[in-house]
């Protein structure tokens, strides 16, 4: 009766053991096909949601994964992170164990949400402008507009809309300070900032101002890693 305890014991442990190695594998194999799909700076976070893992491993199919991809450029816009996740991966052991290289991994959907800074939106808005904070999370630009050859000291809240390939933040409540008029002053204010060719094949679907900048959603399917 004693050596059948050990054994199961032991057997377990051998399970346990095997399902850690086969999902780190599994991870860092999915990880490296992002990182090369998408040529990132460096490889993303992957983590594989469930357990026990082998039996997602043996059926070749995994119905959560979450990725975590840090700062990357896209189309001259500097992206601080995205988080995803993954929805019904394909990825079949054993073809990953003979031929990773080979192995096409795909997810059937894939949603995310990209954050793009402060920072970053004001280095596409108007020269003089600066993308600020509000204590509710709202965007707000202030700066100098010139007119007429004069600094005029103009703040603004940001209304955010979604158009093709990019944002559109125009402004509204807009103040100025001194006494010079100002014509249409939302011309000299509104900017735009492109957001294409997202990885994973991200479509924007809704933009949210945040306490860090905006966090651009977005959507995918049928998307595939080699």
Do not use: C, W
């Not at 992002?34 to 119905?63: C, H, M, N, W």
Request: no cysteine; aromatic share 2%; charged share 20%.
């Amino acid at each position: 009766m004693r050596k059948l305890v050990v054994a199961v014991v032991l057997l377990a442990i051998l399970l346990v053991v095997l399902d850690r190695v086969a999902v780190v594998g599994v991870q860092r194999e999915i990880a490296r096909q992002i990182e090369a799909q998408y040529d990132l700076a460096q490889p993303p976070s992957v983590q594989v949601k469930g357990l026990p893992f082998l039996t997602q491993a043996f059926s070749g199919r995994y119905e959560e994964i979450a990725i975590g991809i840090g700062q990357v450029e896209r189309e001259g816009v500097r992206l601080e992170r995205i988080d995803a996740t993954l929805h019904g991966v394909t990825a079949p052991l054993a073809d990953l164990i003979q031929n990773a290289a080979a192995t096409k991994i795909k997810a059937d959907r894939v949603a995310g949400t990209v954050v793009i800074s402060r920072r970053t939106l004001s280095a596409h808005a108007p020269a003089g402008i600066k993308v600020e904070g509000t204590g509710d999370d709202k965007l707000r630009v202030s700066g100098n507009v010139t007119v007429l050859g004069n600094q005029v000291p103009v703040t603004a809240d940001m209304k955010i809309e979604t158009i093709k390939d990019g944002i559109r933040l125009t402004p509204a409540n807009v103040r100025l300070a001194g006494a010079i008029p100002v014509p249409n002053p939302e011309r000299l204010i509104s900017f735009t900032v492109p957001v294409k060719n997202l990885p994973l094949n991200l479509r924007v679907t809704r933009v949210t101002s945040t306490s860090e900048g905006l966090a651009v959603q977005g959507t995918a399917s049928d998307v595939s890693f080699r």
